[in-house]
């Protein structure tokens, strides 16, 4: 998320660090919003964004429909050479699915 969306989303500001997520891959679909998946040997760039408050975190999560699109799960990150534990939002790979089916469905 870019720092305009963010703010946008939190009303606040925060630092962030370039980072790394391993063993995730980002998918950026030709529509709709880019989303990372678990992914053996992937990897995806990008950052940490840091000391978000209990309210931005609220907010986040219902920008994000966390629990129905997304899953905000635990991981590490890669911060200059050291793993950083922190959370990420994760496609909810179920719902997606079904949503993608249901927008194809051809019958005949």
Same mark, same amino acid.
């Given at each position: 998320m870019? &720092?305009?969306?963010?703010e946008s989303?939190t009303?606040?500001?925060?630092?962030?660090?370039?980072?790394?997520? *391993?063993?995730? *891959?980002?998918?950026a =679909?030709?529509?709709?919003? =880019? @989303?990372v998946? =678990?992914?053996a040997?992937?990897? $995806?760039?990008?950052?940490?964004?840091e000391? %978000? &408050?209990?309210?931005?975190?609220?907010?986040? &999560?219902? @920008? *994000?429909?966390e629990?129905?699109? @997304?899953f905000?799960? =635990? $991981? +590490?990150? #890669? %911060?200059? /050479? +050291?793993? $950083?534990?922190c *959370?990420?939002?994760v496609?909810?790979? &179920?719902?997606h699915q079904?949503?993608?089916?249901?927008?194809?469905d #051809?019958? /005949?």
């Amino acid at each position: 998320m870019d &720092d305009a969306r963010l703010e946008s989303v939190t009303g606040q500001r925060f630092a962030r660090r370039a980072a790394r997520l *391993e063993g995730f *891959e980002r998918i950026a =679909p030709v529509r709709g919003y =880019p @989303y990372v998946v =678990p992914r053996a040997g992937a990897h $995806v760039d990008g950052h940490l964004i840091e000391n %978000v &408050d209990a309210a931005s975190l609220r907010r986040l &999560d219902t @920008y *994000e429909d966390e629990g129905r699109l @997304y899953f905000r799960r =635990p $991981v +590490e990150v #890669v %911060v200059g /050479g +050291e793993r $950083v534990a922190c *959370e990420t939002y994760v496609r909810n790979a &179920d719902k997606h699915q079904r949503r993608f089916r249901t927008m194809t469905d #051809v019958t /005949g």
